[in-house]
Each structure stands twice: as C-alpha cells, then as structure tokens.
C-alpha cells in the first residue's frame, strides 16, 4: 500500500506509538478469537509476540542516544511489523481466518512497515 507523503510528514511520534499500540491491542484480540487448533496456537504465539513488540521498540527507538541508535532501533521495528504481517498472511493461506477478517489488519501492517521504511531511509539521508 502507498502512503502519501503528506501523510507521513504530519505523523507525530506520539501519534505513531499509539497508533502501534492500537496495532497490537487488535492483534490481541484477534488471537484471543482465535480457533483452537496447534497451528493456531502455534501462529497465533508468534503473532503476538512480533505484533507487541512493534510499538515496544519504536519507543525505545524514540529515546535513542543517538542518530545510530535510532536508526538501528527503527531496523528492528521495521523487521517485527513485516513479521507480524507474514503470521497474518499465514493465517489466511492456512485457511484458519477467512481474508476479509485480517484485511484491515494486513493493510495497517503494511502501512506501518511503509512508514517505518520511510522514517528509516529519512534519518538514514539526514546522517550523511
């Protein structure tokens, strides 16, 4: 999905923490919806890991030491939202949810990975 740049540039770092905390409070409640099965749980375990993880680190992104530090962090954010949208797409593929449960799920994954990518390359141009 495209971002528009008009988007990105308005987005405070508080308005993105929340927003990802927004992210992993839906991914909760959609494991927690879950049907019983091991590959379910099994997912469902990962998914929620990487999903709560996004918000946790882009915080500790935000208190970065340093240019190096954030963009380091940021790499990490960026590495679990792509995760968390590869459990989502499992969990279609897999037949466990139906698609039209986790669209909107799967397109703010990859509206976050867009931004998150965006702010990466952004702070990696303002170091050189």
Known sequence: MRIE????STMTPE????RMKQFALRVIRLVNALPKGKAAEVIGWQLIRSATSVGSNY???CRARSRAEFIAKLGI????IDESAYWL????????MPAERLDGLIQEANEL???VVASRKTARHRQS
């Open 5 to 8: 740049n008009r988007q990105l």
């Open 15 to 18: 308005e993105l923490k929340e």
């Open 59 to 61: 915080r500790a992104a």
């Open 77 to 80: 954010v960026e590495e679990e």
């Open 89 to 96: 797409e499992l969990l279609v593929e897999s037949g466990i």
């Open 113 to 115: 990975t867009a931004i």
